[in-house]
C-alpha cells in the first residue's frame, strides 16, 4: 500500500488565489483528517470525514472547503488565499475497529505571498 | 487547547533510555493516552497509546500512573535516528472520530 499521500509537496501561492490540495489513501480507511501546523507548534485539526458524502468542521475551519465524494480521496479547497494560511497541511486517515491510530501523510507546504 | 503538559526540550545520549513524561490531570475515565512523533517536519508518526495498564511495543513503553492523571514515555535504547518531537495526547478512543488535540510536544535530541 501507498499509504496516505499527498499533492503537492510543496507550493507558493499569491494572496487571493485559489488551490485544492489533494489526499489520497488507498487502505479502505474512512475517516479521513485535514490538520495544519505552523511553525513551532502543534497541528490543528480543520476538517474531518467520517465516510464519503459526510464532513465535519474542525477547529479552524475557516477560508477552507472539503468534500468526500470517494473513501479514498479527501481534497482540500482554499478559496481566496491568505497570508495567515501558510502553513504545512496534513492529512491522516483511520479505520475504526481496524487501527487504533491516525496514519498521517508527508504534508504540503504551502506559502502565501 | 491540549489538555496535556509536556516540558518543551530534553536531551538525551545514544544508547541510553529517553523518558519522557507527560502530565494530564484532567483525563477523564474512558480518554486514552496517545503518543505521537514528529521527525523533522515529516507527517507524525503513532508509537504507542493506552488506557491504564502500561504497555509495549517494539518502539516503546508507556508507563500510566495509578490515578491516571501522568505518563512516561520510554524509549528504550535511544538512537539519532530517536531525535523528534514527541507528542502526548489525551482523548476518547471513538473508533476514530476523536480529534487529537495535539500540543506543542517535547523536542528530543539524541546525542552521540
Known amino acids: 500500500n501507498a499509504g496516505v499521500t499527498q499533492t503537492p509537496k510543496f507550493r507558493i501561492l499569491k494572496i487571493g488565489q485559489s488551490m485544492t490540495l489533494q489526499c489520497a489513501q488507498d487502505m479502505n480507511h474512512n475517516y479521513m483528517y485535514w490538520y495544519r501546523q505552523d511553525p513551532g507548534m502543534g497541528l490543528k485539526l480543520i476538517y474531518y470525514s467520517v465516510g464519503a458524502g459526510i464532513t465535519d468542521k474542525g477547529e479552524v475551519p475557516n477560508g477552507y472547503n472539503v468534500s468526500r465524494s470517494t473513501t479514498e480521496d479527501f481534497p482540500l479547497r482554499l478559496e481566496l488565499a491568505a497570508p495567515s494560511q501558510t502553513s504545512v497541511y496534513f492529512c491522516?486517515?483511520?479505520?475504526?475497529?481496524?487501527?487504533?491510530?491516525?496514519?498521517f501523510g508527508p504534508g504540503t507546504r504551502l506559502t502565501v505571498l | 487547547d491540549a489538555k496535556t503538559t509536556q516540558p518543551p526540550s530534553m536531551d538525551c545520549a545514544e544508547g541510553r533510555a529517553a523518558n519522557l513524561p507527560c502530565n494530564h490531570s484532567t483525563i477523564s475515565g474512558n480518554e486514552y493516552v496517545y503518543w505521537y512523533r514528529q521527525i523533522h517536519s515529516q507527517g507524525p508518526q503513532y508509537i504507542i497509546h493506552?488506557?491504564?495498564n502500561n504497555e509495549t511495543n517494539e518502539m516503546a513503553s508507556l508507563i500510566i500512573t495509578e490515578d491516571r492523571k501522568s505518563s512516561t514515555l520510554i524509549l528504550p535504547h535511544a538512537t539519532l535516528r530517536d531525535t523528534a518531537v514527541y507528542y502526548c495526547?489525551?482523548?476518547?478512543?471513538?473508533?476514530?472520530?476523536?480529534?487529537?488535540?495535539f500540543g506543542k510536544g517535547t523536542k528530543l535530541t539524541v546525542n552521540p
Open positions: 491522516a486517515s483511520i479505520r475504526p475497529g481496524f487501527t487504533d491510530t491516525q496514519y
Open positions: 495526547i489525551v482523548g476518547e478512543n471513538q473508533g476514530g472520530s476523536e480529534k487529537l488535540v
Open positions: 493506552g488506557l491504564k
